[in-house]
């Protein structure tokens, strides 16, 4: 194929994601013209169709390349189309529902990232039960905003909420039995293990932190998980095992707890005395923080050099703002709050993507 016509090519992909944006990207669905987006799927499939004619797929590393990128331009715009037929048939309601879709895909996210193939023995199982339960009112509210006549895949992603809720009540019952197998060393060693994973916990979302902008739910999660492991550890000790090891441990742990029940007080306390809108303040530079650190750390970055840990990490404190606001903001309506949970939202996301784009680079199993 003479390099004219992958030229030609070129210039027909940068088109087409020149048209997307101008039209789709960030409108509201309900006023976009679905007619477009199958024009630009026609003309994706067409660009296809050119370069395997003409055996691109062997010409060059460009060639195939761009039959990829067309592949992927043509997936993009049929999903959207999907989702603008399906905004004007369910109407003013269909943006609350696509914001409870895009919260259950960062569910399935947490979950991937924490759980999916790492030993069960090591997981921490509050963290589960939490996403079971976000899961749950997520779905609760799907339904409430459903009503009789529900578009096919608004009910599809209804399903596979509950698919997932499903799945991970399955783990929920294999976690505990994992952790208790073994001689009473090895779970007195794993209760250990487990515990300073909760130290690390506190570490990262609350040390050092305004207690204004900090969730307390996750706080409570880490004391119960704590309380959990302690009982388990003085129930080693009870049944025999002799360890000074396992014995300082229950001695460490028990500190824990009662500085984080004491630091749990304060926060409920600074969180009830300041108004919600000032909380969703707060909230906002939160979040301008942690797209401070992303830019600095990330953005321009050589992916096989970046640190994934790091990059996990800030999704999940990201993924804590975005919860609270969107909490309050089924509490009380403002739209500074609704505008950054816009703009949270599209960062996460697109947090999420270049996770799996340094997993990649970096050859880090999935």
Do not use: C
Request: glycine share 6%; net charge neutral.
């Amino acid at each position: 194929m003479s390099e004219s016509t992958l030229e030609l090519l070129e210039k027909e992909l940068a088109e087409l994601d020149a048209r997307y944006e101008e039209g789709y990207a960030g409108k509201d669905r309900h006023a976009v013209d679905p007619g477009g987006l199958e024009e630009l799927s026609l003309r994706a499939t067409k660009g296809k169709e050119k370069l395997a004619a003409l055996g691109a797929l062997t010409a060059s590393d460009n060639a195939a390349t761009l039959t990829q990128a067309f592949a992927e331009r043509f997936e993009l715009y049929q999903r959207e189309l999907v989702m603008v037929r399906a905004a004007k048939e369910m109407g003013p309601t269909f943006e609350r529902f696509s914001n409870e879709g895009t919260a259950a895909n960062f569910v399935f996210d947490r979950y991937t990232r924490h759980f999916a193939g790492q030993s069960r023995d090591t997981r921490d199982l509050g963290l589960l039960k939490e996403l079971i339960e976000e899961l749950k009112q997520i779905k609760k509210r799907m339904n409430a905003l459903a009503g009789k006549k529900l578009p096919e895949p608004m009910a599809n992603d209804i399903a596979l909420v509950q698919q997932n809720i499903e799945r991970y009540q399955v783990e929920e019952r294999e976690i505990p039995r994992a952790q208790a197998d073994g001689t009473a060393e090895d779970q007195a060693n794993r209760l250990a293990s487990l515990a300073n994973a909760q130290f690390a916990i506190y570490q990262g979302f609350f040390a050092g932190q305004s207690r204004l902008t900090r969730r307390p739910a996750l706080l409570v999660r880490v004391i119960e998980n704590l309380k959990s492991y302690r009982a388990k550890m003085f129930d080693l000790k009870s049944r025999g095992l002799a360890s000074d090891s396992n014995n300082g441990n229950i001695g460490i742990v028990d500190g824990r707890i009662a500085a984080y029940e004491k630091e749990l007080v304060e926060i409920r306390k600074v969180r009830s005395d300041n108004k919600l809108v000032d909380i969703m303040g707060a909230l906002g530079n939160s979040a301008n923080d942690l797209f401070t650190e992303y830019r600095n750390d990330f953005a321009g970055k050589d992916r096989a050099n970046v640190n994934l840990a790091q990059l996990g990490s800030l999704i999940d404190r990201l993924d804590e703002i975005r919860r609270q606001m969107e909490d309050l903001g089924r509490v009380e309506k403002n739209d500074t709050n609704r505008q950054n949970q816009v703009i949270v939202r599209d960062y996460q996301a697109n947090w999420l993507r270049e996770y799996q784009a340094v997993r990649a680079a970096q050859g880090t199993p999935s």
